[in-house]
């Protein structure tokens, strides 16, 4: 069993960072592939960015591609998401997600994941 806390989120303007964190419960969480996904008001949930269970692979939706950054600390259970020059069109709640066995060259594809954090809202204003 893993459970997923988000952290991070706020209110910034356009052109500023914010750094998201998944905190994991768990012994086995560094044996999951870890990603984010975001959905913003009356749109579908879209993949931004994972990682491989060792960090070693990574993956990026092309919209946050060259702006955003995916890490993971094994050591402390978390995931990290650096967003840098921000738009409003980045609004959104974001979901830390987990899956043990799907690549993460899927995740683009897919939002079935093991386990899913409540997410954290991201707020950037013009």
């Known amino acids: 069993q893993v459970q997923l806390v988000e952290s991070g989120g706020g209110l910034v303007q356009a052109g500023n960072s914010l750094r998201l964190s998944c905190g994991a419960s768990g012994r086995t969480f560094s044996s999951y592939a870890t990603g984010w996904f975001r959905q913003a008001p009356g749109k579908e949930r879209e993949f931004v960015a994972a990682i491989s269970w060792s960090g070693g692979n990574t993956a990026y939706a092309d919209s946050v591609k060259d702006r955003f950054t995916i890490s993971r600390d094994n050591a402390k259970n978390t995931v990290y998401l650096q967003m840098n020059s921000l738009t409003p069109e980045d609004t959104a709640v974001y979901y830390c997600?987990?899956?043990?066995?799907?690549?993460?060259?899927?995740?683009?594809?897919?939002?079935?994941?093991?386990?899913w954090g409540q997410g954290t809202q991201v707020t950037v204003s013009s």
């Open positions: 997600a987990a899956d043990l066995f799907m690549p993460i060259t899927r995740w683009g594809s897919s939002s079935t994941h093991d386990y």
